[in-house]
């Protein structure tokens, strides 16, 4: 007969296998600005413990606060590592079954599929301000070869764009060998390095505009026209924005977040399901420019990041990793207590019976703690503006139309000269203005 | 720079439970299946090995290059000065990752020896050499890397990194193939003197999502 011990042993090790820590948003502070005072409360709660459940999300929501307060450094050695982590491939493939024997059945956090890839926006961000555009280039890449990987499929969209026609290779079905697409490159392996990217039917306009920016500034023009054309394809607000990038014309590229991304919360029977819902509310005010007092530009929104929290496509990760580990759990200790009942007492009912109460209970114990883990510093949405900075030190500054209190000056931006490149430039635009302003905004 | 590695650890805490031997038998077969079924997590991310490889290969290449081979100590000094990495993959570089390979390939012997034996110098910008002492202490604490260069710096070549990847992915396979080329121009002519170009792959298995 087992023991009781032994049964209480495995409950509080199904316990062990979903614990959430949790988190507090320095809401306050990121909606009038005061990013230093976020960085060092977040920064704070950072965990060296490799095997922690939050040690990329601790680096995540760190490296965003970094980046908000200024501080480039310290943002890229953040998302460094978080970059490193999502890279790994079956990071919690072992964190199943032969780990749950061991209570160390908590899955580490790699997020949802839009937290991936915003979190990878934002290193190439980060290196795009260090002024890096091949790195910009790799990371747009990176976020949205991410939404391919997520669905499961190889090959790209049919209305993708193509830019093989002129040119430019596409490798059309990932299931091609490296050797094959070689040969059959007219160039052989040189043409395919040299414009070796894959145009995927992803609606990750920040990565589209990025990836864009970046290939023009590499000199890398078709590539950089196929991108542009895929974020216009997807939201054809954008066109403007793309012409000004594709023309060259500016050297500046503003990158503006703006707001609070929405909040993961836990809902339905024993909040056993989770959804993201709104902070900030989503909406169309456009983004305002301004040097010198003077209105340069006004830009329209390019990512909502509330309505990617609440497409199918970006937000099931967690659950289905969730999921995973539930099933693998319960499949373990059914089979073990099933499995040694059998053996010590070769009772075959009361195998049945135990295994049948143990799922049961391991079923109620899992569904009834959904994680709600998630980065809770991201932006509600993002800009992104091509602007001529017309001499060093011009006061730039940021605003949202029809929200009189979303200001922000944007501080020192480079303006290399033509033929100089552009530089990146990010910024974060509060929801009430700064706490303590440089100056009065421009009217 | 990076270095984390993940060690599956889970065989270190079975010795300490005490189980009766029907669960006991049926605790090591559903480890074992748990074990064979999951393959340990990877990456197809450059790592440090990786470059200390190419390094190796691409000083070697350098040493024997006809241009370099024809030269003598008192040929005439040839200063070198290192860009970084040009990163033209997928793969997101740190900026210490960008120069790392080059400094290894200025520490290596043969490069270090053409000094000597051939009047060729490779030096590291000096806005550089902090950034690689701090991210690799232990590596370039004492590096000079190629000594001070005056106020005429006079460089005479510079020796160019391009990083490609070609990627390969379907569900849990992902295979990158990664090729860095190098080359040695000279500022007088700007013609190349030598160029080469080295490939490696890395592979893994596991859903990327995982």
Not at chain 1, 412 to 434: E, I, K, M
Not at chain 2, 169 to 174: I, N
Request: aromatic share 8%; proline share 5%.
């Amino acid at each position: 007969m087992i023991s009781r011990g032994v049964l209480l042993w495995l409950g509080l090790s199904v316990s062990a296998g979903c614990v959430t820590t949790s988190m507090q948003t320095p809401t306050v502070e990121l909606h009038h600005g005061a990013y230093e005072r976020v960085y060092d409360r977040v920064g704070d709660e950072v965990s060296d413990d490799r095997g922690s459940r939050r040690y990329v999300l601790d680096r995540l929501r760190t490296g965003v606060a970094a980046l908000d307060a200024g501080r480039v450094g310290a943002a890229e050695g953040y998302f460094d590592q978080v970059y490193d982590l999502l890279r790994t491939q079956g990071l919690n493939a072992d964190r199943t079954v032969a780990s749950v024997v061991l209570t160390e059945g908590v899955k580490i956090w790699k997020g949802e599929p839009f937290e991936q890839a915003l979190g990878i926006a934002y290193f190439g961000i980060t290196r795009g301000v260090q002024g890096s555009w091949d790195n910009v280039r790799a990371a747009s890449a990176a976020s949205l070869f991410y939404l391919r990987d997520f669905a499961g499929k190889s090959s790209a969209s049919s209305d993708a764009p193509r830019p093989g026609a002129d040119g430019y290779w596409t490798i059309q079905d990932a299931s091609l060998g490296l050797t094959s697409a070689a040969q059959d490159a007219d160039g052989g392996l040189d043409e395919v390095m040299a414009g070796g990217y894959v145009a995927e039917r992803s609606d990750f306009t920040l990565g589209y505009l990025l990836h864009g920016a970046a290939s023009l500034q590499l000199g890398e023009r078709a590539e950089g026209r196929a991108y542009l054309a895929a974020a216009t394809a997807v939201d054809p607000r954008l066109r403007s924005v793309a012409r000004t990038i594709e023309r060259g014309q500016y050297n500046a590229l503003l990158v503006v977040g703006y707001g609070i991304g929405p909040v993961k919360q836990a809902y339905g029977p024993a909040e056993s399901l989770t959804r993201f819902a709104p902070m900030t509310p989503s909406g169309d005010q456009m983004l305002v420019v301004e040097v010198d007092g003077r209105e340069v530009g006004r830009y329209p929104v390019v990512l909502d990041v509330n309505r990617m929290a609440s497409d199918h496509r970006w937000n099931s990760l967690e659950d289905v990793r969730q999921a995973k580990a539930v099933l693998g759990e319960v499949a373990l200790y059914t089979g073990l207590v099933a499995g040694a009942i059998a053996i010590e007492n070769r009772d075959e009912n009361a195998a049945i019976v135990a295994g049948a109460a143990l799922l049961t209970s391991a079923i109620m114990t899992a569904s009834a703690r959904a994680d709600v883990a998630y980065c809770d510093l991201f932006p509600q949405r993002f800009y992104v503006a091509p602007i001529t900075v017309p001499y060093p030190g011009a006061n730039v500054w940021v605003r949202l139309s029809g929200l009189p209190r979303a200001y922000r000056e944007v501080g020192v931006v480079p303006n290399p000269p033509p033929g100089y490149g552009a530089s990146l430039v990010y910024t974060r635009v509060p929801t009430f203005g700064d706490l303590a302003p440089k100056k009065t905004p421009a009217p | 720079m990076r270095g984390l590695r993940w060690v599956n650890r889970t065989g270190r805490r079975a010795a300490a439970l005490r189980l009766g031997p029907g669960l006991g038998l049926c605790l090591a077969l559903a480890w074992a299946l748990g074990l064979g079924g999951c393959a340990s997590p990877g990456t197809t991310r450059v790592q440090i090995e990786d470059y200390q490889e190419i390094a190796a290969k691409m000083s070697l290449s350098l040493r024997d290059a006809p241009a370099v081979v024809g030269r003598s100590p008192s040929s005439p000094q040839w200063v070198v000065s290192m860009a970084g990495l040009e990163n033209r993959s997928t793969e997101v570089l740190t900026e210490a990752e960008r120069w790392y390979v080059l400094a290894k390939v200025r520490a290596a012997q043969p490069i270090d020896a053409l000094w000597d034996d051939r009047r060729i110098r490779f030096v590291i910008p000096p806005e550089r050499r902090s950034l690689l002492r701090q991210s690799q202490p232990e590596e370039f604490a004492t590096d000079d890397f190629g000594g001070a260069l005056g106020p005429d710096r006079g460089v005479t070549h510079t020796l160019d990194a391009t990083l490609r990847t070609v990627t390969r992915a379907q569900d849990r396979h992902r295979t990158d193939l990664f090729l860095i080329e190098f080359q040695l121009l000279d500022l007088r002519s700007g013609e190349p003197v030598w160029l080469d170009r080295f490939e490696f792959k890395r592979a893994a298995a596991g859903f990327l999502w995982d």
